[in-house]
Protein backbone atom coordinates (compact mmCIF):
# COMPACT_ATOMS: atom_id res chain seq x y z
CA UNK A 1 0.00 0.00 0.00
CA UNK A 2 1.54 3.21 -1.13
CA UNK A 3 0.93 6.33 1.36
CA UNK A 4 1.19 9.62 0.80
CA UNK A 5 1.22 12.66 2.91
CA UNK A 6 -0.48 15.61 2.52
CA UNK A 7 -0.72 18.82 4.06
CA UNK A 8 -4.16 21.60 5.14
CA UNK A 9 -4.60 22.26 1.41
CA UNK A 10 -4.30 18.36 0.71
CA UNK A 11 -1.14 19.03 -1.48
CA UNK A 12 1.60 16.43 -1.08
CA UNK A 13 4.33 17.47 1.19
CA UNK A 14 7.61 14.93 2.49
CA UNK A 15 8.83 12.53 0.35
CA UNK A 16 6.70 11.96 -3.24
CA UNK A 17 5.87 8.38 -1.37
CA UNK A 18 6.37 7.65 2.51
CA UNK A 19 8.70 4.84 3.48
CA UNK A 20 6.93 3.09 6.36
CA UNK A 21 8.48 0.79 8.52
CA UNK A 22 5.00 -0.31 10.02
CA UNK A 23 1.81 0.08 9.30
CA UNK A 24 -1.69 -0.42 10.89
CA UNK A 25 -4.98 0.99 9.00
CA UNK A 26 -8.27 -0.03 11.06
CA UNK A 27 -10.74 0.49 9.13
CA UNK A 28 -14.41 0.33 10.67
CA UNK A 29 -17.89 -0.14 8.89
CA UNK A 30 -20.26 1.34 12.07
CA UNK A 31 -17.71 3.41 13.55
CA UNK A 32 -14.82 5.98 13.27
CA UNK A 33 -11.55 4.01 12.01
CA UNK A 34 -8.00 4.96 13.09
CA UNK A 35 -4.13 4.26 11.82
CA UNK A 36 -0.78 5.11 12.76
CA UNK A 37 2.27 4.89 10.66
CA UNK A 38 6.36 4.62 11.34
CA UNK A 39 8.66 6.48 9.17
CA UNK A 40 12.16 7.90 9.67
CA UNK A 41 12.40 11.11 11.24
CA UNK A 42 14.46 12.38 8.52
CA UNK A 43 11.56 11.94 6.02
CA UNK A 44 8.89 14.10 8.51
CA UNK A 45 7.26 17.28 7.76
CA UNK A 46 5.58 19.67 10.24
CA UNK A 47 3.25 20.48 7.69
CA UNK A 48 2.22 17.09 7.27
CA UNK A 49 -1.72 16.55 8.12
CA UNK A 50 -3.75 14.22 5.92
CA UNK A 51 -2.11 10.54 5.03
CA UNK A 52 -3.67 9.85 1.83
CA UNK A 53 -3.11 6.32 0.02
CA UNK A 54 -5.50 5.61 -3.49
CA UNK A 55 -5.31 1.94 -2.39
CA UNK A 56 -7.96 2.28 0.10
CA UNK A 57 -11.18 4.49 0.57
CA UNK A 58 -9.96 6.14 3.64
CA UNK A 59 -7.53 9.44 4.56
CA UNK A 60 -6.20 9.39 7.74
CA UNK A 61 -5.82 13.39 9.41
CA UNK A 62 -2.42 13.07 11.71
CA UNK A 63 -3.54 13.98 15.70
CA UNK A 64 -0.53 12.44 17.06
CA UNK A 65 3.02 12.65 16.45
CA UNK A 66 6.11 10.19 18.50
CA UNK A 67 9.27 10.63 17.95
CA UNK A 68 11.50 8.54 19.54
CA UNK A 69 15.75 9.97 19.28
CA UNK A 70 16.84 6.23 19.99
CA UNK A 71 16.27 4.72 16.74
CA UNK A 72 15.26 8.40 14.73
CA UNK A 73 11.57 7.01 13.62
CA UNK A 74 8.35 9.20 14.18
CA UNK A 75 4.92 8.00 14.40
CA UNK A 76 1.88 9.36 12.92
CA UNK A 77 -1.50 8.35 14.32
CA UNK A 78 -5.06 9.58 14.07
CA UNK A 79 -8.36 9.02 13.18
CA UNK A 80 -9.57 8.71 9.30
CA UNK A 81 -11.25 12.06 8.20
CA UNK A 82 -14.96 10.64 8.99
CA UNK A 83 -13.81 11.88 12.65
CA UNK A 84 -14.48 15.74 11.16
CA UNK A 85 -18.12 15.41 11.14
CA UNK A 86 -17.61 14.82 15.51
CA UNK A 87 -16.41 18.30 15.06
CA UNK A 88 -20.07 19.47 13.94
CA UNK A 89 -23.05 19.87 15.87
CA UNK A 90 -26.64 19.32 14.94
CA UNK A 91 -28.34 22.71 16.39
CA UNK A 92 -30.84 24.39 16.04
CA UNK A 93 -33.19 21.54 15.79
CA UNK A 94 -32.87 19.56 12.11
CA UNK A 95 -36.52 18.02 11.59
CA UNK A 96 -37.41 16.08 8.20
CA UNK A 97 -39.62 13.77 7.04
CA UNK A 98 -37.50 11.37 4.47
CA UNK A 99 -35.93 7.81 4.91
CA UNK A 100 -32.70 7.31 6.74
CA UNK A 101 -30.39 8.36 3.95
CA UNK A 102 -31.61 11.34 3.16
CA UNK A 103 -32.17 12.62 6.59
CA UNK A 104 -28.21 11.92 7.20
CA UNK A 105 -27.63 13.69 4.03
CA UNK A 106 -29.41 16.51 4.10
CA UNK A 107 -28.58 17.17 8.01
CA UNK A 108 -24.76 16.99 6.61
CA UNK A 109 -25.52 19.55 4.09
CA UNK A 110 -27.24 21.63 6.10
CA UNK A 111 -24.26 21.12 9.82
CA UNK A 112 -20.76 20.91 8.21
CA UNK A 113 -20.27 24.25 8.00
CA UNK A 114 -16.53 24.72 6.91
CA UNK A 115 -15.92 21.03 5.90
CA UNK A 116 -14.46 20.99 3.00
CA UNK A 117 -16.91 17.94 2.02
CA UNK A 118 -19.56 17.47 -1.19
CA UNK A 119 -22.16 15.05 -0.64
CA UNK A 120 -21.78 12.39 -3.32
CA UNK A 121 -25.31 10.58 -4.87
CA UNK A 122 -26.93 7.97 -2.81
CA UNK A 123 -29.83 4.83 -2.90
CA UNK A 124 -32.23 7.02 -0.82
CA UNK A 125 -34.12 3.78 0.02
CA UNK A 126 -36.23 2.25 2.77
CA UNK A 127 -39.86 4.69 4.00
CA UNK A 128 -39.78 8.08 4.84
CA UNK A 129 -40.82 8.54 8.34
CA UNK A 130 -40.75 11.64 10.52
CA UNK A 131 -37.07 11.71 12.01
CA UNK A 132 -35.91 14.91 14.77
CA UNK A 133 -32.26 15.85 16.20
CA UNK A 134 -31.01 18.10 18.16
CA UNK A 135 -27.35 18.37 19.76
CA UNK A 136 -26.03 15.51 18.69
CA UNK A 137 -22.49 15.61 16.89
CA UNK A 138 -23.04 14.79 12.65
CA UNK A 139 -20.43 12.00 13.31
CA UNK A 140 -22.94 9.89 16.04
CA UNK A 141 -26.11 10.95 14.29
CA UNK A 142 -25.07 9.41 10.74
CA UNK A 143 -24.02 6.32 12.22
CA UNK A 144 -26.72 5.84 14.54
CA UNK A 145 -29.12 6.76 11.90
CA UNK A 146 -27.61 4.93 9.33
CA UNK A 147 -26.94 1.43 11.25
CA UNK A 148 -30.39 0.91 12.08
CA UNK A 149 -30.65 0.05 8.12
CA UNK A 150 -27.08 -1.81 7.99
CA UNK A 151 -25.99 1.26 6.24
CA UNK A 152 -22.26 3.21 6.52
CA UNK A 153 -21.00 6.45 5.64
CA UNK A 154 -17.50 7.36 4.41
CA UNK A 155 -15.36 10.39 3.36
CA UNK A 156 -13.50 9.84 0.33
CA UNK A 157 -10.76 11.61 -0.94
CA UNK A 158 -10.09 11.92 -4.24
CA UNK A 159 -6.41 13.59 -5.00
CA UNK A 160 -6.65 14.11 -8.78
CA UNK A 161 -9.71 16.05 -8.31
CA UNK A 162 -9.26 17.86 -5.40
CA UNK A 163 -12.37 16.78 -3.89
CA UNK A 164 -13.80 14.87 -0.86
CA UNK A 165 -17.09 13.42 -1.26
CA UNK A 166 -19.39 12.36 1.78
CA UNK A 167 -20.98 8.75 0.53
CA UNK A 168 -23.50 6.88 2.18
CA UNK A 169 -23.19 3.26 1.23
CA UNK A 170 -23.63 -0.82 1.34
CA UNK A 171 -21.62 -3.61 1.84
CA UNK A 172 -22.65 -6.58 -0.72
CA UNK A 173 -24.18 -9.35 0.39
CA UNK A 174 -22.51 -12.74 -0.60
CA UNK A 175 -23.86 -14.87 1.89
CA UNK A 176 -25.73 -18.00 -0.35
CA UNK A 177 -29.38 -17.03 0.57
CA UNK A 178 -28.67 -14.36 -2.48
CA UNK A 179 -27.72 -15.15 -5.84
CA UNK A 180 -26.67 -11.59 -7.52
CA UNK A 181 -22.82 -11.48 -5.78
CA UNK A 182 -20.52 -14.44 -5.44
CA UNK A 183 -20.19 -16.59 -2.04
CA UNK A 184 -17.94 -16.11 0.30
CA UNK A 185 -17.71 -18.27 3.24
CA UNK A 186 -15.24 -18.34 5.90
CA UNK A 187 -14.60 -21.77 7.50
CA UNK A 188 -12.07 -24.48 8.64
CA UNK A 189 -13.21 -26.51 5.75
CA UNK A 190 -12.26 -23.82 3.36
CA UNK A 191 -8.79 -23.40 5.72
CA UNK A 192 -9.06 -19.13 5.32
CA UNK A 193 -9.92 -19.21 9.33
CA UNK A 194 -7.31 -18.49 11.93
CA UNK A 195 -7.33 -18.07 15.41
CA UNK A 196 -11.01 -17.52 16.18
CA UNK A 197 -12.71 -15.41 18.70
CA UNK A 198 -16.38 -15.81 19.20
CA UNK A 199 -18.74 -14.25 21.84
CA UNK A 200 -22.00 -14.31 22.31
CA UNK A 201 -23.50 -12.12 24.76
CA UNK A 202 -27.36 -11.75 25.72
CA UNK A 203 -26.71 -10.41 28.73
CA UNK A 204 -27.83 -6.90 28.00
CA UNK A 205 -30.42 -7.55 25.33
CA UNK A 206 -34.00 -5.39 24.99
CA UNK A 207 -36.62 -6.00 22.05
CA UNK A 208 -39.74 -3.93 23.50
CA UNK A 209 -39.09 -0.03 24.07
CA UNK A 210 -41.16 2.12 25.75
CA UNK A 211 -40.77 5.45 24.85
CA UNK A 212 -41.17 8.80 27.16
CA UNK A 213 -41.65 12.22 25.26
CA UNK A 214 -42.67 15.69 26.37
CA UNK A 215 -45.27 16.13 28.87
CA UNK A 216 -46.22 15.53 32.46
CA UNK A 217 -48.20 12.73 34.11
CA UNK A 218 -51.43 11.74 32.03
CA UNK A 219 -50.73 14.04 29.42
CA UNK A 220 -47.08 12.58 28.58
CA UNK A 221 -47.00 11.22 25.76
CA UNK A 222 -46.17 7.43 25.23
CA UNK A 223 -45.05 5.55 22.16
CA UNK A 224 -44.08 1.38 22.12
CA UNK A 225 -41.41 -0.37 19.72
CA UNK A 226 -42.07 -4.10 20.00
CA UNK A 227 -39.42 -5.86 18.39
CA UNK A 228 -39.88 -9.60 20.38
CA UNK A 229 -42.32 -10.65 17.64
CA UNK A 230 -45.08 -11.94 20.08
CA UNK A 231 -42.54 -13.96 22.13
CA UNK A 232 -40.84 -13.15 25.07
CA UNK A 233 -40.28 -8.89 26.05
CA UNK A 234 -37.11 -8.03 27.60
CA UNK A 235 -38.39 -4.56 28.38
CA UNK A 236 -36.31 -1.17 28.44
CA UNK A 237 -37.88 2.61 29.15
CA UNK A 238 -36.39 5.29 26.97
CA UNK A 239 -36.66 8.92 28.06
CA UNK A 240 -37.32 11.06 24.81
CA UNK A 241 -38.53 14.72 26.14
CA UNK A 242 -35.56 15.98 23.87
CA UNK A 243 -37.90 15.09 20.93
CA UNK A 244 -39.60 18.48 20.34
CA UNK A 245 -43.28 17.92 19.64
CA UNK A 246 -43.02 21.22 17.54
CA UNK A 247 -46.35 23.54 16.10
CA UNK A 248 -48.47 21.97 13.88
CA UNK A 249 -46.67 18.37 14.52
CA UNK A 250 -49.38 15.94 15.19
CA UNK A 251 -49.36 13.34 18.05
CA UNK A 252 -49.26 10.31 15.75
CA UNK A 253 -46.41 12.28 13.73
CA UNK A 254 -44.17 13.00 17.45
CA UNK A 255 -44.92 9.27 17.94
CA UNK A 256 -43.22 8.18 14.70
CA UNK A 257 -40.40 10.21 15.57
CA UNK A 258 -40.02 8.72 19.14
CA UNK A 259 -40.24 5.06 17.41
CA UNK A 260 -37.61 5.81 14.61
CA UNK A 261 -35.39 7.05 17.74
CA UNK A 262 -36.15 3.50 19.42
CA UNK A 263 -35.16 2.19 16.33
CA UNK A 264 -31.51 3.32 16.62
CA UNK A 265 -31.64 2.96 20.21
CA UNK A 266 -32.54 -0.52 19.99
CA UNK A 267 -28.47 -1.05 18.44
CA UNK A 268 -27.27 -0.18 22.17
CA UNK A 269 -29.16 -3.38 23.28
CA UNK A 270 -28.19 -6.05 21.11
CA UNK A 271 -28.12 -9.82 21.11
CA UNK A 272 -24.41 -9.37 20.46
CA UNK A 273 -22.65 -12.12 18.05
CA UNK A 274 -19.21 -11.20 17.59
CA UNK A 275 -16.56 -13.16 15.67
CA UNK A 276 -12.84 -12.45 15.49
CA UNK A 277 -10.18 -14.19 12.95
CA UNK A 278 -7.08 -13.56 11.07
CA UNK A 279 -7.66 -14.25 7.35
CA UNK A 280 -4.95 -14.92 4.92
CA UNK A 281 -5.66 -12.19 2.02
CA UNK A 282 -4.44 -13.47 -0.87
CA UNK A 283 -5.36 -16.68 -0.61
CA UNK A 284 -8.73 -18.88 -1.79
CA UNK A 285 -10.97 -15.74 -1.20
CA UNK A 286 -9.09 -12.35 -1.77
CA UNK A 287 -9.44 -9.38 0.39
CA UNK A 288 -10.87 -6.39 -1.50
CA UNK A 289 -11.47 -8.34 -4.51
CA UNK A 290 -13.93 -11.16 -3.08
CA UNK A 291 -14.70 -9.56 0.13
CA UNK A 292 -14.37 -5.74 1.75
CA UNK A 293 -15.39 -4.04 4.73
CA UNK A 294 -19.61 -4.16 5.18
CA UNK A 295 -19.99 -7.16 3.18
CA UNK A 296 -21.94 -9.67 4.53
CA UNK A 297 -20.84 -13.68 4.82
CA UNK A 298 -21.12 -16.81 5.68
CA UNK A 299 -18.85 -17.76 8.45
CA UNK A 300 -18.90 -21.56 9.90
CA UNK A 301 -17.55 -22.21 13.58
CA UNK A 302 -17.31 -26.16 13.59
CA UNK A 303 -16.86 -26.33 17.41
CA UNK A 304 -19.90 -24.36 18.43
CA UNK A 305 -22.08 -26.31 15.50
CA UNK A 306 -22.94 -22.60 14.21
CA UNK A 307 -23.44 -20.86 11.26
CA UNK A 308 -23.77 -16.93 11.20
CA UNK A 309 -24.25 -14.73 8.27
CA UNK A 310 -22.73 -11.60 8.87
CA UNK A 311 -21.57 -8.77 8.27
CA UNK A 312 -17.95 -7.52 8.11
CA UNK A 313 -17.57 -4.20 10.79
CA UNK A 314 -14.05 -4.08 10.94
CA UNK A 315 -10.59 -5.09 9.41
CA UNK A 316 -7.19 -4.49 11.12
CA UNK A 317 -4.84 -4.32 8.60
CA UNK A 318 -0.62 -4.44 9.78
CA UNK A 319 2.27 -4.30 7.75
CA UNK A 320 5.66 -5.36 9.78
CA UNK A 321 8.40 -6.56 8.36
CA UNK A 322 7.41 -7.18 4.62
CA UNK A 323 4.12 -9.17 6.16
CA UNK A 324 0.56 -7.86 5.35
CA UNK A 325 -2.29 -9.19 8.26
CA UNK A 326 -5.91 -8.93 7.96
CA UNK A 327 -8.08 -9.61 10.90
CA UNK A 328 -11.32 -9.28 10.00
CA UNK A 329 -14.37 -8.89 12.79
CA UNK A 330 -17.64 -9.76 12.01
CA UNK A 331 -21.68 -8.95 13.59
CA UNK A 332 -21.73 -6.83 16.90
CA UNK A 333 -19.09 -4.26 18.32
CA UNK A 334 -18.54 -5.82 21.97
CA UNK A 335 -19.34 -3.06 23.93
CA UNK A 336 -16.43 -2.04 26.71
CA UNK A 337 -17.08 -1.86 30.89
CA UNK A 338 -17.55 1.64 30.54
CA UNK A 339 -20.60 1.15 27.76
CA UNK A 340 -22.25 -1.26 29.48
CA UNK A 341 -22.25 0.98 32.69
CA UNK A 342 -23.81 3.84 30.53
CA UNK A 343 -26.72 1.02 28.93
CA UNK A 344 -27.73 -0.04 32.19
Excluded at 9 to 18: A, H, I
Excluded at 234 to 249: A, P
Excluded at 256 to 269: F, G, H, P, T
Amino acid sequence: MELKALNEEFLLCGPMSLACFDIVWNRKYYENGKFSVQIKASDYDPDMKYIYTADRPETGCIEQVQYTQDDSMIVLSGFFYERRLNDKVVYPTFKERATRSKFVADAVETYMDDLPIEVGDYTNAGTAATRQDTGSNLDDLAHSVLKAEERAYRCVYVYEDNQMTFQIYQGLDRTQSQNVNNFVTFSKGFRNIRNARVTEDSSNFKNYFICGGQGQGSSRIYAVLDLSGGGYKRMQFLDMRDIEKTDGMTTEEYQEAMIERAYEKAAEYADIHNLEFDADANEGFVYLEDYDLGDKCDIIIDELQRSYEARIIEVLETWSKGIHQVTLTFGDKIPTQYEKARLR
